[in-house]
């Protein structure tokens, strides 16, 4: 084939980013997008849902911000793997450190500010 395998499965890997800073997102998609993956963009919770509906195709991984106004996270995080199942979730929080516990299940987040390496090593690791 002649291509790096890793690069032709992230090309088809979609990834819905949720965050209410403009300045994050913004960092995070073009990192993304840079990357290889598709990037889907929301600016809080609710708007995450809509766009999740309207997008016919799979997405791969939710990333998103814990603390957000409308709806948080967490409960942004239930309402997507009830609609999508199978979806990775990978949280982004400026406030967190140590271990996150979520329903009960120790999860993955990123510490923000994040560098642009760490965002891609993170997020790469999520599909190994």
Known sequence: MGHDSTDVRR???VVLLVDDEL???SLAQSVLTREGY?????VDGEH???VSRAYSGPIDLLLTDIKMPKMDGVVLSGHITTERPG???LFMSGKQSGELM??????DFLRKPFLPNEL???VN???R
């Open 23 to 25: 300045v994050v997102r």
């Open 48 to 50: 995450a849902l809509e």
């Open 120 to 122: 891609c090593k993170k």
């Open 38 to 42: 598709r990037v889907l963009n929301a």
């Open 87 to 89: 979806i990775k979730i």
């Open 102 to 107: 979520v329903l009960g299940k120790k999860i």
């Open 125 to 127: 690791s999520m599909f």
């Open 11 to 13: 090309v088809s890997l």
